[in-house]
């Protein structure tokens, strides 16, 4: 006999007039279903004439609602390691430009933008010549994503950002000012309007793992978020430019002395930070609208981030992101989304006034002193 059939043979034995015995081994059945359908049908047994039924019924109703409620914080967490993935790929690069070289990056968001709107610009190509190529159009944009937010990086670095260290209030205003005028060059040059990024077939759709569903797309996103992070981590931990990076952020007196030329490290280390976020644009064009305005909606989540996880540590950005996005999604049903965020930043706020350096400070000679 199939598991359908036997599960609706045992919903229709219960709310028949069967021996006490049937309805005892159907309410066994029922009990192993679990789902909502099964409880609603148990509910009705609650009140059966033999006491036996009832009792076996009520028992089953509790398992079921135990069940569910754990099912439903594995889905809470699950949503929250999906907003975690998102916060840690919009803070990543974030968190080595600041922690490198101190500088408050208020375009961050905006080269994020210009990854997704890579990836539309892509997509647009291959619809229209290489229509067979849709389903890698993701691999093809994300390596251009990375050399366009990477080069604009790069240039406002080079541009702007070097005559100005040493002088955080201006830096903020002139990111602040850079990113405008990005958001209105994307306006000029595709419009104001949301842009349509699809789903290629790997991303579509979901599937159901117990009582919880994953969507493809956001499982993808979270792979990607943590390989992308094992790469950042690779080359600054195996590389020489990782090394000079990490040099520079101990003691960038010591490092330019010992020959390291500290302008270029910025450049590049800038030039990362925002190919990094261009990456971070391909993947939310999967899950996000594709406009002009689309980096303000992460750039203060993506400083919270890195502030949390202390400035500079990737290893922090990575605990930060998470523990924050699984923070929002624990507290969503209970305040709204606003007041989620209203709270963990309440929090974040009292957390830094005890650890002002975030959950993993970096340490060195200039940092200590």
């Known amino acids: 006999m199939s598991e359908a059939l036997r599960e609706a043979l045992a919903v229709v034995t219960l709310s028949g007039d069967a021996a006490a015995e049937e309805k005892t081994a159907a309410v066994a059945v029922l009990r192993d279903m679990g789902n909502t359908?099964?409880?609603?049908?148990?509910?009705?047994?609650?009140?059966?004439?033999?006491?036996?039924?009832?009792?076996?019924?009520?028992e089953a109703v509790r398992h079921i609602e135990q069940v569910q409620n754990l099912w439903g914080l594995a889905q809470n967490v699950?949503?929250?390691?999906?907003?975690?993935?998102?916060l840690l790929l919009a803070a990543i690069g974030l968190a080595i430009t600041f922690g490198v070289m101190g500088v408050i990056n208020m375009a961050h968001g905006e080269l994020v933008m210009l990854g997704a709107y890579t990836t539309f610009a892509v997509q647009e190509v291959i619809r229209s010549s290489f229509?067979?190529?849709?389903?890698?159009?993701?691999?093809?944009?994300?390596?251009?994503?990375?050399?366009?937010?990477?080069?604009?990086?790069?240039?406002?670095?080079?541009?702007?950002v070097r005559f100005l260290y040493g002088r955080p209030l201006e830096t903020l205003l002139a990111t602040w000012g850079i990113s405008l005028m990005l958001q209105q060059a994307v306006r000029t040059i595709f419009g104001p309007n949301n842009r349509e990024v699809g789903n290629p077939g790997f991303m579509s759709g979901a599937f159901e793992l117990g009582q919880m569903t994953v969507t493809w797309n956001r499982l993808w996103i979270l792979v990607f978020a943590l390989a992308v992070f094992a790469v950042?981590?690779?080359?600054?931990?195996?590389t020489p430019i990782g090394l000079q990076m990490r040099a520079v952020t101990q003691n960038r007196a010591m490092a330019a002395n010992m020959g390291i030329r500290t302008g270029w490290v910025d450049a590049m280390t800038f030039g990362l930070g925002a190919g990094i976020a261009g990456l971070a644009g391909v993947a939310l064009s999967q899950i996000?609208?594709?406009?002009?305005?689309?980096?303000?909606?992460?750039?203060?989540?993506?400083?919270?981030?890195?502030?949390?996880?202390?400035?500079?540590?990737?290893?922090?950005?990575?605990?930060?992101?998470f523990s924050l996005g699984i923070a929002n999604k624990f507290l969503e049903p209970w305040t709204g989304a606003v007041l989620a965020k209203i709270l963990v930043l309440v929090f974040i706020i009292l957390f830094i006034q005890k650890r002002p350096r975030g959950l993993f400070a970096v340490r060195g000679r200039a940092v200590d002193a």
């Open 78 to 86: 699950w949503f929250g390691l999906s907003l975690g993935s998102v």
């Open 288 to 321: 996000d609208n594709v406009s002009p305005n689309l980096g303000q909606s992460y750039i203060v989540d993506s400083f919270m981030v890195v502030v949390f996880g202390g400035a500079g540590n990737i290893w922090g950005t990575l605990a930060g992101a």
């Open 37 to 58: 359908e099964a409880r609603t049908v148990l509910s009705g047994a609650l009140g059966d004439a033999d006491p036996a039924v009832a009792e076996a019924a009520a």
């Open 131 to 160: 229509p067979a190529l849709f389903d890698w159009s993701l691999l093809i944009a994300a390596p251009l994503a990375f050399l366009v937010a990477g080069g604009v990086g790069v240039a406002i670095e080079r541009g702007v």
């Open 232 to 238: 950042l981590l690779f080359v600054l931990k195996k």
